[in-house]
């Protein structure tokens, strides 16, 4: 990435004259950033939380108060100097109440972006003087013409404990990534949520395709430094690389007493939303067929296979786990892109992106974990899918790890180019306490099979059940194949039954591994 010379770091005019502090020399990398993050490690966490004003706290600034509060969009970050990208500050106060601090930097010097009230409308607010001016930003939003070459679109945003989220070409917004999730799923302690705390923005030089941010996350248990290049276009991608410093037991326990040890160091998670589709056997009274961000998680294992898992809205919260050794890559993905099925003029869910991990270097032994959360409503993210390493880092050593994320559609990775295309659910009229499961699988090789000649399913269940017919169909109407299972669950069974369908030609494996937690009412 290229930057912009020191000099261009003079302040133009049509910037606030207080909105920079003082100019340092210093080449900002992410070794640059670990070492302010490792010396942080070695002191308990201190929440931004205690520094927010009184006046910006969610007792005195509610959701509708917030909304009134609005940047100036003339007064965008890098617009005055006509850079490729921009950047727009959220008002920190009522859901977001941890400021954030904000460096820009060049190749060879930084300095500190203050927080500026002129950048933001109050109306009718009239809080101004009760806002000190050492308070930080919530978090921004970046733009980028990544629609039409004469349109300010935005690119992505940074906003909240250390969720962002990214767009590709014409993608509205879905999921979420994080920088870490801690304890995520356990069913015996609260989930842990470090926050991005620190930033630095790297000034671009006109021409530049990329951009380059580096952050500071901090949590009670765990300090890291992070580096992100963003990459725009079709399918918009994000290297990561971090460094992360667990803290010692006893700075832990002099910022929460009650803290246990840590159970699950969730890396690389994604956060989504899954309220129903056609698969789900929970129904509610909602004139759309299917709500969701994302629909299943793809997981690319050690030994080539590709395993899908349908994503469900449970009764209760469930935590499943996919053992596995270097991971090839995994994603929530959303494969339902016609509108037809969603019949919804405000919410464009057929065109948010699925958001592909890609681990660089080898990962070592770990697992996969998925938690999904009961919900009501489609306004609560209750979908999280992370890497969990076996071997847990130690206190205060480095531990480093990097990936790529690809903000996409499936077709645009072509990453499982024969796989399954619809999950349905029933219950056998005949036997109630039976469920029929078809199995749409769709793609190139399927394709090209005659129809007298079908495939063989292999399927398989946990010893809690049993797979009582299995057949398979093609469907001339989509030159598709329709696997149907019946599974009876063993009497009196109440716990979750894992389900595995693979098809096969002979002795080679045709179409990804079909697999779902099947939980009786």
Same mark, same amino acid.
């Given at each position: 990435?290229?930057?912009?010379?020191?000099?261009?770091?003079?302040?133009?005019?049509?910037?606030?004259?207080?909105?920079?502090?003082?100019?340092?020399?210093?080449?900002?990398?992410?070794?640059?950033?670990?070492?302010?993050?490792?010396?942080?490690?070695?002191?308990?966490?201190?929440?931004?939380?205690?520094?927010?004003?009184?006046?910006?706290?969610?007792?005195?600034?509610?959701?509708?108060?917030?909304?009134?509060?609005?940047?100036?969009?003339?007064?965008?970050?890098?617009?005055?100097?006509?850079?490729?990208?921009?950047?727009?500050?959220?008002?920190?106060?009522?859901?977001?109440?941890?400021?954030?601090?904000?460096?820009?930097?060049?190749?060879?010097?930084?300095?500190?972006?203050?927080?500026?009230?002129?950048?933001?409308?109050?109306?009718?607010?009239?809080?101004?003087?009760?806002?000190?001016?050492?308070?930080?930003?919530?978090?921004?939003?970046?733009?980028?013409?990544?629609?039409?070459?004469?349109?300010?679109?935005?690119?992505?945003?940074?906003?909240?404990?250390?969720?962002?989220?990214?767009?590709?070409?014409?993608?509205?917004?879905?999921?979420?990534?994080?920088?870490?999730?801690?304890?995520?799923?356990?069913?015996?302690?609260?989930?842990?949520?470090?926050?991005?705390?620190?930033?630095?923005?790297?000034?671009?030089?006109?021409?530049?395709?990329?951009?380059?941010?580096?952050?500071?996350?901090?949590?009670?248990?765990?300090?890291?430094?992070?580096?992100?290049?963003?990459?725009?276009?079709?399918?918009?991608?994000?290297?990561?690389?971090?460094?992360?410093?667990?803290?010692?037991?006893?700075?832990?326990?002099?910022?929460?007493?009650?803290?246990?040890?840590?159970?699950?160091?969730?890396?690389?998670?994604?956060?989504?939303?899954?309220?129903?589709?056609?698969?789900?056997?929970?129904?509610?009274?909602?004139?759309?067929?299917?709500?969701?961000?994302?629909?299943?998680?793809?997981?690319?294992?050690?030994?080539?296979?590709?395993?899908?898992?349908?994503?469900?809205?449970?009764?209760?919260?469930?935590?499943?786990?996919?053992?596995?050794?270097?991971?090839?890559?995994?994603?929530?993905?959303?494969?339902?892109?016609?509108?037809?099925?969603?019949?919804?003029?405000?919410?464009?869910?057929?065109?948010?992106?699925?958001?592909?991990? &890609? =681990?660089?270097? *080898?990962?070592?032994?770990? !697992?996969?974990?998925?938690?999904? @959360? +009961?919900?009501?409503? $489609?306004?609560?993210?209750?979908?999280?899918?992370?890497?969990?390493?076996?071997?847990?880092?130690?206190?205060?050593?480095?531990?480093?790890?990097?990936?790529?994320?690809?903000?996409?559609?499936?077709?645009?990775?072509?990453?499982?180019?024969?796989?399954?295309?619809?999950?349905?659910?029933?219950?056998?009229?005949? &036997? =109630?306490?039976? *469920?029929?499961?078809?199995? !749409?699988?769709?793609?190139?090789? @399927? +394709?090209?099979?005659? $129809?007298?000649?079908?495939?063989?399913?292999?399927?398989?269940?946990?010893?809690?059940?049993?797979?009582?017919?299995?057949?398979?169909?093609?469907?001339?109407?989509?030159?598709?194949?329709?696997?149907?299972?019946?599974?009876?669950?063993?009497?009196?069974?109440?716990?979750?039954?894992?389900?595995?369908?693979?098809?096969?030609?002979?002795?080679?494996?045709?179409?990804?591994?079909?697999?779902?937690?099947?939980?009786?009412?």
């Amino acid at each position: 990435m290229r930057f912009a010379s020191c000099l261009v770091l003079c302040l133009l005019a049509a910037m606030p004259s207080r909105l920079f502090a003082k100019l340092e020399s210093a080449q900002v990398t992410l070794d640059y950033v670990a070492k302010k993050a490792e010396q942080r490690a070695h002191k308990p966490f201190h929440s931004p939380k205690a520094d927010l004003p009184e006046v910006l706290r969610q007792d005195n600034l509610d959701y509708d108060k917030y909304r009134e509060i609005e940047f100036r969009h003339d007064r965008a970050f890098w617009a005055a100097d006509n850079l490729p990208f921009r950047v727009e500050f959220f008002h920190p106060g009522y859901l977001y109440q941890e400021p954030i601090h904000v460096n820009e930097f060049t190749i060879t010097h930084v300095q500190s972006v203050r927080f500026v009230q002129d950048f933001f409308n109050y109306r009718s607010l009239h809080i101004e003087k009760q806002i000190p001016t050492d308070t930080g930003y919530a978090g921004f939003r970046l733009l980028y013409p990544l629609n039409a070459p004469d349109r300010w679109d935005e690119l992505g945003a940074f906003l909240g404990a250390s969720y962002f989220r990214l767009l590709g070409k014409d993608q509205r917004y879905g999921l979420s990534a994080r920088g870490l999730a801690l304890d995520c799923g356990e069913s015996d302690r609260p989930e842990e949520f470090p926050i991005f705390t620190d930033w630095w923005l790297g000034k671009p030089h006109r021409g530049d395709e990329e951009l380059r941010l580096f952050a500071i996350l901090d949590s009670v248990s765990c300090v890291g430094a992070y580096s992100f290049l963003i990459q725009p276009g079709e399918t918009t991608v994000v290297d990561v690389e971090a460094v992360l410093y667990f803290r010692g037991e006893k700075d832990i326990l002099a910022a929460d007493r009650n803290r246990k040890p840590l159970e699950t160091i969730g890396l690389a998670p994604l956060t989504s939303m899954f309220w129903f589709s056609p698969a789900s056997e929970r129904k509610f009274p909602d004139y759309r067929r299917a709500v969701h961000d994302s629909d299943g998680l793809l997981m690319h294992m050690d030994n080539g296979e590709m395993l899908w898992r349908p994503i469900i809205n449970p009764p209760a919260m469930r935590h499943q786990r996919f053992a596995c050794k270097n991971i090839r890559g995994f994603g929530l993905l959303q494969r339902n892109r016609d509108f037809a099925d969603y019949q919804d003029l405000f919410n464009f869910y057929q065109q948010v992106p699925s958001v592909w991990v &890609e =681990p660089r270097g *080898r990962w070592g032994e770990g !697992d996969i974990n998925l938690v999904e @959360l +009961s919900t009501q409503y $489609e306004g609560l993210d209750n979908v999280v899918a992370f890497w969990n390493p076996k071997e847990k880092p130690m206190p205060l050593e480095p531990y480093r790890i990097a990936y790529t994320l690809h903000w996409t559609r499936e077709t645009d990775l072509k990453l499982s180019p024969n796989k399954v295309v619809a999950t349905r659910i029933g219950a056998d009229l005949r &036997e =109630p306490t039976r *469920r029929l499961f078809a199995i !749409d699988f769709a793609g190139p090789k @399927l +394709s090209s099979i005659p $129809e007298n000649a079908p495939p063989q399913a292999i399927a398989s269940c946990s010893a809690n059940a049993a797979i009582v017919e299995n057949q398979v169909f093609h469907n001339s109407f989509n030159n598709t194949w329709r696997v149907m299972l019946k599974l009876a669950p063993k009497p009196d069974n109440k716990d979750p039954v894992d389900i595995r369908c693979t098809l096969k030609q002979g002795e080679e494996a045709i179409s990804e591994t079909w697999t779902y937690l099947w939980s009786p009412p």
